[in-house]
Nanobody, 123 residues
Framework: QVQLVESGGGLVQAGGSLRLSCTAS????????MGWFRQPPGKEREFVAG????????YYADSVKGRFTISRDNAKNTVYLQMNSLNPEDTAVYYC????????????????WGQGAQVTVSS
């Protein structure tokens, strides 16, 4: 069993930054691709970023490229999402999840999910 707990969400003004953290329990963290998704109000959950088990491969949705950075610290069982230059369209509940296979981007390719962290960007 894997449990994922997100933290670091909140309210920020447009142009500001936030860093989300996701801490995992369970021995499989260090061998799994991890990802971040988000669900804006009234919309479907969408892929944001993913990182391979060793951190050597990172990939992003086009909407966040150049503004968001995913990273991980396997010694701490934690994955991060640094979000810069935030705009109101980034307002969403952000979820971390454990991926299956190589470069997963679909919801169906992730098997464990956190409870979500609210990020609200005011204009």
């Amino acid at each position: 069993q894997v449990q994922l707990v997100e933290s670091g969400g909140g309210l920020v003004q447009a142009g500001g930054s936030l860093r989300l953290s996701c801490t995992a329990s369970g021995r499989t963290f260090g061998s799994a691709t991890m990802g971040w998704f988000r669900q804006p109000p009234g919309k479907e959950r969408e892929f944001v970023a993913g990182i391979s088990w060793a951190g050597g491969s990172k990939y992003y949705a086009d909407s966040v490229k150049g503004r968001f950075t995913i990273s991980r610290d396997n010694a701490k069982n934690t994955v991060y999402l640094q979000m810069n230059s935030l705009n109101p369209e980034d307002t969403a509940v952000y979820y971390c999840a454990r991926g299956i296979g190589a470069r997963p981007i679909r919801r169906s390719e992730y098997d464990y999910w956190g409870q979500g962290a609210q990020v609200t960007v005011s204009s």
